[in-house]
Structure formats: C-alpha cells, structure tokens
C-alpha cells in the first residue's frame, strides 16, 4: 500500500540548535516529494520539492535546506534554528489523484 | 504568476444551512484545481478535484474559468463538515506543485 511517514510529531528546540526532520514514503518508486509549512493565517507554503535522489529545488530562501540521500526519503535541515522557523512542517508526496500529506511536525523553537 | 485567493478566514454557518466557501485563482495555463480538508487532529486529505466532477461528502465544486473560480460548495452543512478547507492549484508542469489558499475555517452550529 502507499503510505506517507512523517517524524517527529512535535519537537521542541532551543534558537541556534540543529533541525532534522524526516519524511519516507511506501509503495512507490521515484516519487515527487515536496516539504510544505503551514503558518497560522498564511495558508501552505512550498519550501522544497524533489523529483528524484539528490535532486533538490528550493522555492524560497530560508534558514533551512533539504535532501534526499534514498529514492524514498526526504529530510528537512537546519544548521541553526531560529524563531521565526517555528510552525507546522508537512511532508507530501503527488501520487495520480493528486498530493498525499504526512501528518505534520510541530516545531516550536524557543 | 499563480495565486490561490480564499478570500474568508472564517465561515459560521448552522447546520442544515447551505455552504459555499469561495476560492478564485490566477494562472496562465490550463488549471487543475482541488480542494484540500483538515478536520481536527488529523491530516491534511483530498476533498475533491475539478477534473474528476464527483461529489465528497456532498461538496460539489465548478470550475468556472471565466470568473476564475473553483467555489466549494454543499447544500445543507453538517456538525461533521467543521473543519479547515484550502483551495489550491497545480502548476509546474512536471515538477508538480501546489500552490494553496490561506484556508477558509468552516464552523457549523448547531
């Protein structure tokens, strides 16, 4: 079956602290695979999108980068933290219907 | 460049009431529009698609390019239909992304 794994649940970091958060999918081969935020009052905002190992695009520029060292996984990074990437992170991934989500990270940084 | 617009944040309606949550776009190609819903704790999911013209859970949506729009609509709101819904639109061509609304809260009473 086709499934969208996203971790942690919540996580909350100290300002300056590195960020890791992970996204796999099942089911599947060579996805497309995109990390979204989501910001009270500002709707889903795109940050990253892979079509394929080690391809990476960013759409806007930020504290944060992306990878994808396997064909199903796709990492959400940052060196140092700052407050004002705190928010709601989700994973998705475009299946023929259209996008699946994961269930979201809740990032707070303090 | 493309845009999503859900012009109301929130939207109170009674129960049994008939539902219309508005969402126009901006685009220069040919769109491909969804609606997206988040019910309390759990996952952003698929509402429905325009290319597809089937009903979820009573909610119909129109493409209506010469007003731009792609309304989400239900005849008689139910307590279960609370929830967050987004309007988005696919762009990108191969690389697939989607671009969302702020989101519009739908609230029933009842």
């Known amino acids: 079956s086709q499934t969208i794994h996203q971790w942690p649940a919540t996580l909350v970091q100290p300002v300056g602290s590195p960020l890791s958060l992970e996204c796999t999918v099942e089911?599947?081969?060579?996805?497309?695979l995109y990390w979204y935020r989501q910001a009270a009052g500002r709707g889903l905002q795109l940050l990253f999108y892979s079509v394929g190992i080690g391809q990476i695009s960013s759409e806007v520029p930020q504290n944060l980068s992306a990878s994808r060292p396997q064909d199903r996984q796709f990492i959400l990074s940052s060196k140092k933290l700052l407050l004002s990437d705190s928010g709601f992170y989700l994973c998705?991934?475009?299946?023929?219907?259209?996008?699946?989500f994961g269930s979201g990270t809740r990032l707070t940084v303090v | 460049a493309q845009r999503v617009t859900q012009p109301e944040k929130l939207l109170s309606v009674f129960k049994g009431a008939p539902v219309e949550l508005k969402c126009n776009y901006s685009?220069?190609?040919?769109?491909?529009l969804f609606w997206y819903v988040q019910y309390s704790r759990q996952r952003l999911q698929l509402l429905l698609r325009h290319i597809s013209r089937e009903s979820i859970k009573g909610f119909t949506a129109d493409l209506n390019k010469g007003e731009t729009s792609f309304h989400l609509k239900k005849p008689f709101a139910q307590e279960e239909d609370s929830a967050m819904y987004y309007c988005?639109?696919?762009?990108?061509?191969?690389?697939?992304?989607?671009?969302f609304g702020t989101g519009t809260l739908l609230a029933v009473q009842p």
């Open positions: 089911g599947t081969s060579n996805p497309n």
């Open positions: 988005a639109l696919l762009y990108g061509g191969a690389t697939n992304k989607l671009i």
């Open positions: 685009y220069s190609g040919s769109p491909e």
């Open positions: 998705a991934w475009k299946l023929d219907y259209g996008y699946t």
